[in-house]
């Protein structure tokens, strides 16, 4: 088990201009932690974890594996991938189709100088992990995704390396048995208490997976914190749009008034002393509507014009107009003939949300206030 | 949903650091030890393709340029280089109509005749010299068979000799033509490949029709690998020597090659004269490697997408399978029918109750004949052997190696080279590299394996690049990250995954290596003959029967390398040329 230090990590890449992927990037790895990192294509999450397997060659900063440098821009010290201890779960699973399961997992062991742990079981023990001890003698052209997914799993585990990196390994499954392996790799966790890290571009893979997760923008760390932290109190607009915070309305006082996108707020002041002008976060979930006219006592409403309507089993997903802007609004379906069936573009109607339920960020994007902690707080 | 929220601004200046890498003093040094090996190798390779090439320069302008001199104040050099162009463009210009034709045709086989797919390939792996002596055996003005045949028509009924003579410059440009076709067909039936039929279905659905729709988004799009094909074809055009040295004697029809061939040969032997006529060979070549690059441009513009290759819009045609087997007939079966009829007979004009063995016999009984086989088995297969690993390691560098661009550009150059420069014009180079020091080889098998190995370095390396972009970069860094160093991923993954390309590419070089002629004549010692080089002999002194018993062998060999080759690399092992 280890601990992992990433300190001014940088790497670019010349194509017609230099493109800086990785941007002076320090990260911190606790021993038995699972750490995903989370970000939209192109944000260097990938480039990361190649970084820290060794498969690229960073500019600049430093690799630590509990204190050892496997890479120092500085000293030019880069150990390559087979000398670092870790194991690696890639997209495509990567199992090489001209070896059969059981040598597939045994070529960790084999590698590594660990020859006498296939005697002593290690193969079929981990191959019993994931569920694959009956696969062993077959081919990987002959197994489904999600047993070669499992398989993959299995050979990164093998060895009992270090750290154990994921390279979005989900992401190429359908979604019920995405699902299936998610609760399966968190019980494995749970149970091995591997370090790992672990990259996706999926919310909720991070939300479930994680003892931390870093989101990532632009080769930088955006925040830090565990899945609650980050869930509840996203640091800034960017985390919040990524994490399903997705609405966005811009408002600021008025003459003395509130105004979202040019709309007066009645109820509920949404700034409460805050500075004078915000961009205010929702989740479409948490928007609730009324007809017109028809505010939500403690409540922040305001009026707003739907757009379109679309049914969506459980739920009803509407697309509403305030002033210029258009939001999202997710809300139960109801009844069959009930007032929001009938919903259509054009009807006008009041929209409403706790103000615990808001973000503010300023115009440099940074959370406002310490209206967050309160509602944890509370 | 948010449209626009706003961009966050950099909070801090960035750190008051250096951009880019940085490395001290310990660094370098060992950054520079590592690029030792790579540089040794690339340094190999040049020696072995760029030295000859030195050499030959060298001897051409030594005292003051006399090899120039000689050379260019010959009597009927302009008619030679004329002649040269004119072969290799009239030619050229035959295999691209041909060629881009057939591979349009195969298009619209039915489904049952799809075999007749590989038939436009077979005169690549057919021997040249066999192809060439099969039409003389035909067309031949006397005694040709097809010539025997026209004149028992009314119209031609009084003619004693003709209507054809092969041995005349049309025909020679003709017969050159169909064997060049071959390549034409091998680039743009792959390039087809990479036409979806989605993409012609869409200029259809457009309102384009069939032909509008061919001009319009087929051509263009076929446009790199017609490219690479015609430059293929002029380059082999240009360097062409065996139809020219085996039709054009007979009447004074001379190209370049069989000049330098003629002042390495005979006396006065003058090697600076035979270095300087290669010259604008040697131009020529390199100028059409250039001139691809920059005609192809951006490649990725042509990288198409949607696996479902190309379908023709037509119904299977009547007209494809004719011209199919019509070109199957010409390049192939009928010369290979010849030499059949002609190594049966005693002598050039047999009927069948005269036919025999005796050609066949006296062929694998002959000791000079036997050696030859086993000269040319033995050093084709060594030159297989050698230039595979050296092609896997150029190829390997040059997906992998991303840090030295000066040394990876080198490598591209050097990999390139013998694809530009003819065979002969290499041939010149190792007699001149090789009769002097420091390796003296002159004389024995090796200077043969040097110069077979030297001229497959371009399609080794090509074959197997291609195998490892397919093959993708994440089964490396899987081996790696368990542990695997560079060495062992090579041997117990790289290697077997590549297997099939491996042995496909080695089979097909061997058999492209027991046909080469224009090289190993060249190169040649009275003591080391290889089948070619001695089935020249033969026909120079008039052994036509058993010259014919020669050239069936080697198409033998030829057909039994493929028949592995396809064995082991499966059915579109051709395709990978």
Request: hydrophobic share 50%.
């Amino acid at each position: 088990m280890t601990a992992l230090t990433i300190n001014n990590l940088t790497k670019s890449y010349k194509a017609r201009k230099r493109v800086t992927v990785i941007n002076d990037l320090d990260l911190e790895i606790q021993d038995g932690e699972l750490l995903v990192l989370l970000g939209p294509s192109g944000c260097g999450k990938t480039t990361t974890l190649r970084c820290i397997a060794g498969l690229e060659n960073p500019d600049l900063g430093t690799i630590d594996f509990d204190g050892t440098a496997v890479f120092d821009a500085a000293r030019g010290v880069n150990v390559p991938p087979e000398r670092r201890s870790i194991g690696v779960v890639f997209q495509s699973y990567a199992l090489w189709p001209h070896m059969t399961v059981r040598k597939n997992i045994e070529y960790p062991l084999r590698r590594r100088g660990l020859k006498a742990k296939i005697a002593e079981g290690w193969v079929e023990e981990a191959a019993e992990l994931v569920d694959c001890a009956q696969l062993l003698d077959r081919y990987p052209g002959q197994l489904s995704g999600g047993q070669q997914q499992r398989v993959a799993l299995a050979r990164g585990l093998v060895a009992r390396p270090d750290l154990v990196l994921f390279d979005e390994p989900l992401s190429n499954l359908d979604t019920r048995l995405r699902d299936a392996v998610r609760s399966q790799l968190h019980e494995l966790h749970r149970a091995l208490g591997f370090t790992g890290v672990f990259v996706t571009h999926d919310q909720s893979e991070a939300l479930a997976l994680g003892s931390r997760m870093a989101i990532m923008k632009s080769g930088k760390i955006e925040q830090l914190g565990t899945p609650q932290e980050v869930y509840e109190q996203p640091r800034s607009d960017y985390v919040a749009d990524f994490i399903g915070l997705t609405n966005a309305l811009d408002v600021e006082v008025h003459d003395g008034a509130e105004v979202v996108n040019g709309v007066e707020v009645v109820g509920r002041s949404i700034l409460a002393g805050a500075p004078g002008r915000a961009t205010l976060r929702l989740r479409p979930g948490d928007l609730s509507l009324s007809p017109a006219g028809m505010g939500v006592e403690g409540a922040s409403n305001v009026p707003a014009v739907v757009a379109d309507a679309t049914y969506g089993g459980s739920h009803l997903d509407l697309m509403v107009s305030i002033g210029e802007r258009r939001i999202h609004a997710r809300i139960p379906a109801g009844a069959p003939g009930g007032w929001e069936r009938g919903l259509s573009s054009g009807d006008a109607v009041n929209v409403s949300f706790r103000t615990e339920d808001a973000r503010l960020y300023g115009e440099d994007g940074e959370a406002l206030g310490k209206r967050a902690k309160v509602v944890v707080a509370s | 949903m948010s449209v626009d929220a706003p961009i966050r601004e950099e909070a801090a200046p960035a750190p008051p650091q250096s951009v880019g890498p940085r490395t001290s003093g310990r660094g370098l040094v060992s950054k520079w030890l590592r690029k030792l090996p790579l540089a040794a190798f690339v340094a190999v390779l040049a020696y072995f393709v760029v030295w000859p090439l030195v050499m030959l320069q060298q001897r051409a302008v030594e005292d003051g340029g006399r090899g120039y001199d000689v050379a260019f104040n010959t009597d009927g050099v302009g008619q030679v280089i004329w002649d040269t162009i004119l072969l290799a463009g009239a030619s050229t210009l035959i295999a691209t109509v041909l060629g881009t034709g057939l591979a349009w045709a195969v298009t619209r086989l039915p489904s049952w005749l799809q075999w007749m797919r590989v038939l436009p390939l077979l005169p690549i792996v057919m021997p040249m010299v066999a192809v060439v002596l099969g039409w003389t055996f035909l067309l031949s003005p006397r005694p040709g068979f097809l010539n025997s045949l026209m004149r028992k028509l009314p119209w031609w009924n009084d003619l004693d000799s003709g209507p054809v003579d092969v041995y005349s410059f049309w025909w020679i440009v003709l017969i050159t033509g169909f064997a060049l076709t071959a390549f034409v067909f091998l680039f743009v039936s792959t390039g087809m490949q990479n036409v979806s039929a989605d993409h012609v279905e869409a200029a259809h659905t457009n309102g384009a029709r069939g032909t509008r729709a061919f001009f319009t988004i087929v051509f263009p799009l076929l446009r790199p690998s017609l490219i690479q094909g015609i430059g293929v074809s002029f380059l082999l055009g240009i360097g062409q020597f065996t139809a020219p040295l085996l039709l054009g004697a007979n009447s004074g029809i001379d190209v370049v090659a069989t000049w330098m061939l003629m002042f390495t040969a005979s006396s006065p032997i003058d090697y600076g004269a035979a270095a300087a006529i290669g010259s604008p060979l040697l131009v020529v070549g390199l100028v059409v490697i250039v001139a691809q690059r920059v005609a192809l441009g951006d490649q990725g513009r042509f990288v198409t997408h949607g696996g479902k290759g190309f379908r023709s819009a037509g119904k299977p045609s009547v007209w494809a399978v004719l011209a199919v087997g019509f070109y199957f007939l010409v390049s192939t079966l009928l010369p290979l029918l010849a030499l059949v009829v002609v190594a049966l007979s005693p002598y050039w004009t047999g009927t069948p109750d005269t036919f025999t063995l005796d050609n066949i016999k006296t062929v694998l009984t002959d000791d000079r004949i036997v050696d030859a086989i086993r000269t040319s088995i033995v050093a084709s297969l060594g030159a297989a052997l050698l230039i595979l690993p050296v092609g896997f390691v150029a190829a390997l560098v040059m997906v992998r190696n991303q840090h030295n661009r000066v040394l990876r550009w080198l490598l591209d150059v050097i990999v390139a080279l013998p694809l530009g420069v003819p065979a002969v014009v290499f041939g010149v180079g190792f007699l001149l590299a090789y009769t002097t020091g420091p390796f003296i080889l002159y004389g024995t098998t090796w200077v043969m394996v040097l110069v077979y190995a030297t001229l497959m370095l371009p399609f080794a390396t090509r074959t197997l690049l291609s195998g490892l972009i397919a093959l993708g970069d994440t089964y490396i860094a899987a081996s790696r990250t368990c542990g695997a160093s560079p060495f062992q991923t090579g041997l117990r993954i790289l290697m077997p995954l590549l297997r099939g390309s491996i042995a496909g590419a080695g089979a097909i070089i061997f058999v492209m290596l027991t046909h080469e002629f224009s090289a190993s004549l060249l190169v040649r010692a009275p003591t080391v003959q290889v089948m070619g080089t001695l089935l020249y002999d033969y026909w120079t002194n008039g052994m036509f029967p058993v010259v014919a018993a020669m050239a069936l062998v080697m198409t033998a060999v030829t057909g039994i390398g493929v028949a592995i080759a396809m064995l082991i690399g499966g059915r579109n092992v051709m395709q990978n040329l």
